[in-house]
């Protein structure tokens, strides 16, 4: 069986300070996906990135940037110079890369970020 | 602007009384898909289409009913049998198949309360 988990429930920062979100996993597949998303308070879900389980390089996309480490099943999400508009709730997902798993998305149960100015 | 409609944005049901949730893709995906979301909870997967006339349970089906008549629209009941459905629920839709190949694109969402 899948599962994520998002141990930090609740992170409130100062803006301008880096935060790091971090995302553990579990799977028994050795292909799967991950990925990040954001839950603004108007309650859709943004995609934000996925990463297949072959490709260990980190990524970054202007302020956001993801590490990845099969070593230790985690994918966490560091926002550098946070900002109010990065206040959300931010779910880690995964996905197996076939199956039935396939058509499922197994989520985390979410950290809520709160950045104050 | 292509994306998901759902509606309503806020629901109330009655006791004893079935709602449906109404979701309209104009993405062209294949798949859709039925999310319930519980306060400090992540999304459980309720049903999900792959194709048109065909769908499948979720993690949490029971008490939930849905169809796939057309590919742009697939619209969730929430029956009687379903005791607490006071929620927030998300449908989303993805072009492929499989969720790994294709992200998942997700409407603003409706939340429903009980009366």
């Known amino acids: 069986a899948q599962k994520v988990t998002q141990a930090q429930t609740e992170i409130s920062v100062v803006e301008k300070e880096d935060v790091t979100l971090d995302c553990v996993y579990e799977?028994?597949?050795?292909?799967?996906?991950l990925f990040w998303y954001k839950q603004p308070p108007s309650g859709e879900l943004v995609f934000l990135i996925r990463r297949n389980s072959f490709d260990e390089q980190n990524e970054i996309s202007g302020r956001y940037s993801w590490n990845f480490q099969k070593s230790t099943s985690s994918f966490n999400f560091t926002i550098t110079a946070s900002q109010v508009v990065d206040s959300a709730v931010y779910f880690c997902a995964l996905s197996e890369a076939g199956g039935a798993g396939s058509y499922q998305l197994t989520f985390g149960k979410g950290t809520k970020l709160s950045v104050i100015p | 602007d292509g994306g998901i409609t759902q509606s309503p944005k806020y629901l109330f049901r009655k006791e004893g009384q079935n709602v449906t949730l109404s979701c309209e893709q104009n993405l062209n995906h294949d798949a859709m898909y039925w999310y319930r979301q519980d306060p400090g909870q992540g999304l459980r997967l309720i049903y999900y289409s792959q194709i048109v006339n065909d769908f499948q349970k979720g993690d949490i089906a029971e008490g939930y009913s849905v169809s796939r008549e057309k590919k742009e629209s697939f619209p969730l009941t929430v029956t009687s049998a379903q005791k607490n459905p006071t929620a927030f629920y998300l449908c989303a839709s993805s072009r492929g198949q499989a969720v790994g190949n294709q992200p998942q694109h997700f409407g603003d969402g409706t939340r429903l309360s009980i009366l």
């Open positions: 799977t028994r597949d050795t292909t799967y996906y």
